[in-house]
């Protein structure tokens, strides 16, 4: 039975009321809401003092239990027999259960009881100075961390700023306190995240996470896949996502065994969507990782050879909704890879290596592939404008597949039907100018050839859209870079002239 909370309560009985509060059954959403609306009731109402500190502290604990999100939105285990999963892992909630036929209602009804929840931890935060907590608990910080990502089917904008704001208050007294923060981050790391990442700790890993010199076979118990992050505790990917942005290289050194393992796993999974995440979650570790530990472990090339087959995840073995984020992904982390293993513009040196593998294997490949999809042509398009800008006068080496690529998108006889691929291949062209311009004039016929046919099928339109009007702009911008680019090169003007004297509706753009 759900305890009453009135403003006639006396506040005394502040203890008897939460130990009811906790021990009535929880059998189903509903019991959990008017439980939660009586804490609210009861806090809202009396002003507490250090005599119900215990109490407060168990009405904490009892909240971080209901709301922190378990296996309700984990995905099915593929050797599970049980189809139906639980809300909140608390024992008294064995009799609830949520399946996943349940009703948009049901699962809007649980995701609300989470941000009520959250709103009653933002009431006790204000009574903080009660509990004599600093640092704050883990599992306090584990349970406000796994609502850091407005992107997770759990989290709603309103739980996603409760559990910012409350993070926020709870972490400001550790600024000056570096040691109780690094203490907080082991603990997260150790009790939290590495428990659940034992049984799949990659093989090719040392347990130092080095890379190992003769990696032991693969012994993975596929019967352990049902007790495994993925099935049991899918948050546990964003509570390590928070972990790692606020990671320092001192950090990272000291706990290296603790982050990669976990990193390693979610990246190498099976799953596009954990795929993907993984590729966000190194980005992350590579803004503030130290070079040198990256080469020194061997983990840079680990997670190179990783990444590098995810860039031919193409349809149509892939479905497209699932190949464009992840190879988005995938692209951003390999050259943010690249250049946090060797900073620095040595010529001709490893990192330009790294990039011309991410362009042969990728790109060209990738181009080939794509067929007549013009979603992942537009995105191979933007990805070679990255590496263009990344590598900048070392791609001159790949001119001669790159102005080939553009001209054929710009020439195709449908390409106005799609102008985010034309304004895709438009932004590449402008970075090889700006970029590759000592070699481009000698392909000046691939560059010309792609912009003057584009041109002339845009001027034979009646009605132009403001898409392909934004690309007309676009071709006036590259051709007058192109001039410039030539400079009084005799040849080059003489046949642009030609051009010019061909056709009248090149006579604007090819204005010497």
């Given at each position: 039975m759900t305890p009453k909370a009135t403003a006639n309560t006396n506040p005394q009985d502040f203890p008897t009321f939460i130990t009811t509060l906790i021990e009535s059954p929880q059998k189903d959403i509903t019991q959990v809401e008017a439980n939660i609306s009586a804490a609210d009731t009861?806090?809202?109402?009396h002003e507490l003092d250090a005599?119900?500190?215990?109490?407060?502290s168990r009405l904490r604990d009892w909240i971080i239990g209901i709301i922190s999100p378990t296996d309700c939105w984990a995905e099915e285990a593929p050797y599970d027999s049980c189809k139906a999963f639980h809300l909140p892992q608390l024992d008294y909630f064995k009799s609830g259960v949520v399946t996943r036929s349940s009703s948009a209602e049901e699962v809007l009804r649980f995701i609300n009881i989470k941000t009520h929840g959250l709103s009653l931890?933002?009431?006790?935060?204000?009574?903080?100075?009660l509990l004599e907590e600093n640092p704050p608990s883990s599992s306090l910080i584990a349970c406000l961390s796994s609502f850091a990502n407005p992107e997770d089917p759990w989290t709603n904008s309103q739980s996603y700023n409760l559990a910012n704001g409350i993070l926020?208050?709870?972490?400001?007294?550790?600024?000056d306190k570096p040691k109780d923060f690094e203490n907080l981050i082991l603990q997260?790391?150790?009790?939290?995240?590495?428990?659940?990442?034992?049984?799949?700790?990659?093989?090719i890993l040392t347990p130092a996470a080095r890379k190992a010199i003769s990696p032991l076979p693969d012994t993975t118990d596929f019967s352990s896949f049902t007790n495994s992050w993925k099935y049991h505790s899918p948050h546990i990917v964003t509570i390590f996502q928070w972990v790692l942005s606020h990671l320092t290289p001192s950090l990272i050194s000291a706990h290296w065994p603790l982050i990669i393992p976990p990193l390693l796993t979610i990246i190498d999974d099976i799953s596009i969507a954990y795929k993907i995440r993984g590729c966000h979650l190194l980005r992350l570790l590579l803004k503030v990782v130290p070079a040198s530990l990256l080469e020194r472990s061997g983990l840079g090339k680990i997670f190179h050879d990783t990444l590098i087959p995810y860039l031919l995840y193409l349809p149509q073995l892939t479905p497209e909704e699932e190949s464009i984020p992840l190879l988005d992904a995938t692209y951003d982390a390999l050259i943010a890879l690249s250049l946090a293993r060797y900073p620095g513009c040595e010529k001709g040196g490893s990192k330009v290596k790294a990039l011309d593998t991410i362009f042969r294997y990728g790109i060209i490949k990738g181009h080939a592939h794509a067929g007549e999809n013009v979603r992942i042509a537009e995105l191979l398009m933007k990805k070679c404008e990255d590496l263009v800008n990344t590598m900048r006068v070392y791609s001159v080496k790949h001119l001669k597949d790159i102005l080939p690529m553009i001209s054929a998108t710009l020439t195709a006889p449908f390409a106005l039907a799609y102008p985010p691929l034309l304004m895709a291949a438009l932004g590449t062209l402008k970075a090889v100018i700006c970029n590759a311009w000592p070699r481009a004039g000698c392909h000046r016929g691939d560059v010309l050839e792609g912009l003057v046919v584009c041109w002339c099928r845009i001027e034979d339109e009646e009605r132009l859209s403001e898409e392909?009007?934004?690309?007309?702009?676009?071709i006036e911008v590259i051709v007058q870079a192109v001039v410039k680019m030539l400079g009084e090169d005799g040849d080059a003007r003489r046949d642009l002239k030609i051009l010019r004297d061909h056709d009248p509706r090149l006579g604007v753009l090819l204005t010497v």
């Open positions: 009861y806090l809202r109402c005599s119900n500190r215990e109490a407060i931890l933002s009431q006790l935060q204000f009574k903080s100075h926020s208050h709870s972490l400001k007294n550790l600024t997260l790391l150790s009790t939290h995240i590495k428990p659940l990442f034992l049984k799949s700790a990659p093989p392909v009007s934004k690309v007309k702009e676009g």
